[in-house]
């Protein structure tokens, strides 16, 4: 749930991966989501002006509920990278059930007058009003993962590369299909949640650039960035194609239902790519005993980079590699493809 499921929901909810819709209950957590996060997920300055502590910063923050795994990275991400700060308190608040109540739980947060807000909300659009008002009220926003439409509702957003997603998912698979010969090929796509901008636009970069090729999605199925919906889905794809040489499956965790459904179906004629970059899919991309052969990253270290900017904008500091005075106002992360050669390097990431 890959605005990592992956959205989740935008919940993604992330997401995607993943992100989710507002109000949808995933059924599954299949990532390692009470785990402590990495010291390479998180990690303090090291070294420079930036390493020195500053001005004491409380950082507001609000997250959709941790029923995923990419989200419950996010948030757990968040906690360790602000424990890892000594001129940082985190005061988090409960996001509720769907963006209201989110909303709701964050009108209580403004009143507490943090020193900056950081938030991956349940789904930008509706969030956007309390950008605006945060923003109005003086207190900076950091906006993660799913963009809020106004620019004046963020001081900083930083996201993941959905349309980058869809590019580096063709790509390989453009690649595997041309190095094995196979000429027509059949493609077929398990997408997360239709009704976020951030699966619309992965599934645009995964069309762009198949259509470079002279190439198209023959079956495309959209699922809800949860293991049951991605084993429904993926079932009712197999039984529509009885034939097929790739398939992209969005979200790692979704994938778990999505791997599920293959082996019942005892269908192997074909590899598949992932996306958000999961511990699980790494390990099974490793082991080399599934379809799942490359899964293209949308990490939640996007989290940690979300508090260590917003400790910066707090502190009215810059960042030290950076010639300007100020943290940009925007962050897109690229999205990486982990095959079987590079995974051992990204596994430390893994969430």
Same mark, same amino acid.
């Given at each position: 749930?890959?605005?990592?499921?992956?959205?989740?929901? #935008?919940?993604?909810?992330?997401?995607?991966?993943?992100?989710? =819709?507002a =109000?949808v209950?995933?059924?599954a957590?299949?990532?390692?989501?009470?785990?402590?996060?990495t010291? &390479?997920?998180?990690? !303090? !300055?090291?070294?420079g002006?930036?390493?020195?502590?500053?001005?004491?910063?409380?950082?507001g923050?609000?997250?959709?509920?941790e029923?995923?795994g990419?989200?419950?990275?996010?948030?757990?991400?968040?906690?360790?990278?602000?424990?890892a700060f000594?001129?940082?308190?985190?005061?988090?608040?409960?996001?509720g059930?769907?963006?209201?109540?989110q909303r709701?739980a964050l009108?209580?947060?403004?009143?507490?007058?943090?020193?900056?807000i +950081?938030?991956?909300p349940?789904d930008?659009?509706?969030?956007?009003?309390?950008?605006?008002?945060?923003?109005?009220? =003086?207190?900076p /926003? /950091?906006?993660?993962?799913? !963009?809020?439409?106004? @620019?004046?509702?963020? #001081?900083l957003q930083?996201?993941?590369?959905?349309y980058?997603?869809? /590019?580096?998912?063709?790509?390989?698979i453009?690649?595997?299909l041309?190095a094995?010969? +196979?000429?027509?090929?059949?493609i077929?796509?398990?997408?997360?949640?239709?009704e976020?901008e951030?699966?619309?636009e992965r599934?645009?970069?995964?069309?762009?650039?198949? !259509?470079?090729?002279?190439?198209?999605? &023959?079956?495309?199925?959209? @699922?809800?960035?949860t293991?049951?919906?991605g084993?429904?889905?993926?079932?009712?794809l197999l039984?529509?194609l009885?034939? %097929?040489?790739?398939?992209?499956?969005?979200?790692?965790?979704?994938g778990? =239902? /999505?791997?599920?459904a +293959?082996?019942?179906a005892?269908?192997?004629?074909?590899?598949?790519?992932?996306g @958000?970059?999961?511990?699980?899919?790494?390990e099974? %991309?490793?082991?080399?005993n599934?379809?799942?052969?490359?899964?293209?990253?949308?990490?939640?270290?996007?989290?940690s980079? &979300?508090?260590s900017? &917003?400790?910066?904008?707090?502190?009215?500091?810059?960042?030290?590699?950076?010639?300007?005075?100020?943290v940009?106002?925007?962050?897109?992360?690229?999205?990486?493809?982990?095959?079987?050669?590079?995974?051992?390097?990204?596994?430390k990431?893994?969430?």
């Amino acid at each position: 749930m890959t605005q990592h499921s992956r959205d989740m929901s #935008r919940r993604r909810m992330l997401f995607g991966g993943a992100a989710v =819709g507002a =109000g949808v209950l995933l059924s599954a957590c299949t990532s390692n989501e009470q785990g402590t996060p990495t010291e &390479a997920q998180t990690k !303090a !300055a090291e070294n420079g002006a930036n390493a020195e502590p500053g001005k004491r910063v409380t950082i507001g923050f609000s997250a959709p509920a941790e029923s995923h795994g990419w989200i419950a990275a996010i948030t757990n991400n968040a906690k360790a990278q602000a424990a890892a700060f000594s001129d940082v308190e985190l005061k988090s608040v409960e996001a509720g059930a769907d963006a209201a109540a989110q909303r709701a739980a964050l009108s209580t947060l403004i009143s507490q007058r943090p020193d900056v807000i +950081v938030l991956l909300p349940f789904d930008g659009k509706e969030l956007n009003s309390f950008g605006l008002e945060a923003m109005k009220a =003086g207190i900076p /926003v /950091v906006n993660l993962d799913r !963009a809020f439409p106004d @620019a004046k509702a963020y #001081r900083l957003q930083i996201k993941g590369d959905n349309y980058g997603m869809g /590019v580096a998912a063709a790509t390989f698979i453009i690649e595997q299909l041309k190095a094995k010969g +196979v000429s027509n090929p059949v493609i077929a796509e398990i997408a997360g949640m239709d009704e976020l901008e951030l699966t619309q636009e992965r599934s645009k970069g995964f069309a762009d650039t198949l !259509a470079q090729e002279g190439l198209r999605v &023959a079956n495309r199925r959209a @699922a809800r960035f949860t293991v049951d919906t991605g084993q429904q889905e993926t079932s009712q794809l197999l039984q529509a194609l009885p034939k %097929i040489d790739a398939i992209w499956n969005h979200d790692d965790d979704q994938g778990v =239902g /999505v791997l599920a459904a +293959v082996s019942q179906a005892n269908r192997t004629e074909f590899f598949m790519v992932g996306g @958000a970059g999961s511990k699980k899919a790494m390990e099974d %991309i490793q082991a080399d005993n599934t379809v799942l052969k490359a899964t293209v990253t949308y990490s939640p270290s996007m989290a940690s980079s &979300a508090i260590s900017l &917003a400790r910066l904008i707090g502190q009215n500091r810059g960042m030290s590699d950076l010639v300007e005075l100020q943290v940009p106002k925007e962050i897109i992360l690229a999205s990486e493809t982990i095959t079987k050669e590079n995974a051992s390097d990204y596994l430390k990431l893994g969430f």
